[in-house]
């Protein structure tokens, strides 16, 4: 077992990583604990809501996928808790992927003023990011998580185990995050990406534990610094600039959160080889490569894609900011780039399909 705390103003709690961690749940909920709500996706729950069978629960089913991701599930979601007889001591189990987690927590912060919640993530990306930290939201029709709050959890169970049952295409969507995690801050969790791509792949289960300690481990450190996104938070973010923008262009419907990342990795990729002077970016970008493919870009616009950047929520005052690698395990924070710059970036790998 792997635990690793997370401290933050808010709240200190540990992020486990263990093979049968969602099974644990019982001995996170606080001693005075009203009802329970698993907040889930059919798909989550039929593959494993055994792990409630200890545990009195109700079950909300939220219905999945990015574009459901909408505050208007949130309030259909109070309601049922409501009329379930949810109260202020009730405790929200969010479990699922990245959206669940997500929504979830957000219906959590904002319940009666905020209820406590356990994160159970259960998709690869959402292990190794979106449970982790706090971050809770909904998309706005004009870009992704714009409303949204920080609402740390009591704890995050993460259980490598439930990934046997990931499609092969999400779990590389959440292998892409965890090259982030090398490419900003841990050089040999790249190299070990790079090197033992046949056995990541194949879901060795001591390298896929090894990978996910690393990432979680990695997103500890960086939350515990920066609980708010003021300064060494920003890291995390790489990638996830032009991401997003890919996201919101596609509509949330063709590309998951982590190939978007993916994207965006490789477009910060070239804009750094410009502007930071980077010279590893032939590595990283084989790395990316290697792990994919991701869906065909075809059609993208290189310049809506641009001009989508000013709506990102990490645009402060119209001025966008690029997380840029100075070297793999390295990044820093750029703002004020040249457009033509940004757009020659997207536009070569665009063209790169
Ligand atoms: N996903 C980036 C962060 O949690 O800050």
């Known amino acids: 077992m792997a635990s690793f705390r997370v401290q933050t103003p808010q709240r200190t709690y540990d992020a486990i990583v263990e093979r049968g961690a969602i099974r644990r749940i019982p001995e996170f909920l606080p001693q005075k604990c009203g009802k329970v709500f698993a907040v889930t996706t059919k798909d989550v729950w039929n593959l494993h809501g055994s792990a409630f069978t200890q545990i009195p629960h109700n079950v909300i089913f939220f219905p999945g996928g990015e574009s459901r991701k909408r505050i208007s599930e949130v309030e259909a979601m109070a309601e049922q808790m409501l009329a379930a007889g949810a109260d202020r001591s009730s405790v929200v189990v969010a479990f699922g992927g990245g959206i669940v987690n997500d929504t979830g927590g957000f219906l959590a912060a904002i319940f009666m003023r905020g209820i406590p919640v356990i994160q159970v993530p259960t998709t690869l990306l959402a292990q190794v990011d979106a449970a982790v930290g706090g971050k809770t939201g909904v998309n706005l029709v004009s870009g992704k998580n714009l409303l949204g709050s920080f609402h740390q959890p009591l704890a995050v169970l993460i259980d490598p185990d439930v990934l046997k049952t990931l499609p092969d295409r999400e779990y590389r969507a959440g292998l892409y995050e965890i090259i982030k995690c090398g490419v900003i801050r841990d050089a040999n969790l790249f190299r070990l990406l790079d090197e033992d791509i046949a056995s990541v792949l194949a879901q060795e289960p001591a390298i896929v534990d090894r990978i996910i300690a690393d990432a979680v481990r990695i997103k500890a450190e960086v939350v515990s610094n920066d609980e708010r ?70 059609g993208i616009s290189a310049k809506n894609l641009a001009a989508r950047l000013v709506s990102d929520k990490k645009t402060i005052q119209g001025n966008v900011h690029f997380v840029l690698p100075t070297k793999i395990g390295e990044v820093t924070v750029v703002s004020g780039v040249d457009y033509a710059q940004v757009l020659e970036s997207i536009e070569a790998v665009l063209g790169g399909g």
Not at 265 to 289: G, Q, S, Y
């Open 229 to 298: 996104e003021g300064g060494l938070r920003r890291i995390l973010n790489f990638g996830h600039t032009v991401g997003h923008a890919l996201e919101a262009e596609t509509q949330y419907s063709r590309f998951l959160h982590g190939e978007a990342v993916a994207f965006g990795m490789r477009a910060a990729t070239v804009l750094a080889e410009r502007v930071t002077d980077l010279k590893d970016a032939a590595d990283i970008d084989r790395v990316i490569v290697n792990y994919g493919p991701i869906p065909s870009l075809k």
